[in-house]
């Protein structure tokens, strides 16, 4: 397996425009994590699947930010409209069913909003 | 939902030192607490985790502790090497949630 997929890897968009960031779990894991790096902060967690429905969605910042999981091996994190102040890395992550393993990162989204 | 904190937030330590770093979390039916390890520019990899039903875990020069009572976890990192320095974060999990703490940068001086 390739391991969590995320694309793209560099994002550079300006101010009010719209942005899809996309994830691939490894096949047969049943949640999904959309996480998001900054200095600031660390590494908040945003929203969580399981089995493609969305469990908490209470550290999603604002209005802005919508995710979906349309199906098991594909989700989508998107703003809109983008600000500066989303720069960051956006990690997805997934894991098995059994909840007391590890979770599996992807290589990250760095966006910057200009 | 769940809080973990760490402690301390830099740490800078000499070659062959050890270094060790404390985390707390709020929910105490948290029952998986992680390790991650993340280089600069790379993805947080699992170094070592422990599940609420062992005190203490160990894989070479990491050891991970637990009290569930305190409701506190710690990494041990013995005969450190240049190599160790890197950013660490712990984690607490329950059920689906899995929440990170802010992360430790360890510097290792040769």
């Known amino acids: 397996d390739a391991g969590v997929i995320q694309s793209p890897r560099h994002e550079v968009t300006e101010m009010g425009q719209e942005v899809t960031l996309r994830c691939k779990p490894i096949?047969?894991?049943?949640?999904l994590f959309w996480y998001r790096q900054t200095m600031m902060r660390g590494l908040e967690l945003l929203i969580y699947f399981n089995n493609n429905v969305p469990i908490d969605d209470s550290g999603m910042p604002e209005d802005r930010f919508s995710a979906k999981m349309p199906n098991a091996s594909f989700s989508t994190l998107k703003i809109q409209p983008s600000e500066p102040r989303d720069s960051a890395v956006y990690f997805c992550?997934?894991?098995?069913?059994?909840?007391?393993?590890?979770?599996?990162f992807g290589q990250g989204t760095r966006l910057t909003v200009v | 939902g769940e809080n973990v904190e760490q402690h301390p937030s830099t740490l800078s330590v000499q070659e062959g030192d050890s270094a060790v770093i404390k985390c707390t979390y709020s929910d105490s039916a948290s029952n998986y607490f992680p390790w991650y390890k993340q280089e600069l520019g790379k993805r947080p990899q699992l170094i070592i985790d422990i599940r609420s039903n062992v005190g203490e875990k160990k894989d070479q020069r990491i050891a991970v502790t637990l009290n569930k009572t305190a409701k506190h976890f710690s990494l041990h990192i013995t005969e450190t090497q240049p190599e160790d320095s890197a950013v660490y974060f712990c984690a607490a999990s329950r059920g689906y949630d899995m929440r990170f703490g802010a992360g430790t940068r360890l510097t290792v001086k040769p």
């Open positions: 992550a997934s894991r098995p069913s059994d909840r007391t393993t590890e979770a599996f």
């Open positions: 096949s047969g894991h049943n949640s």
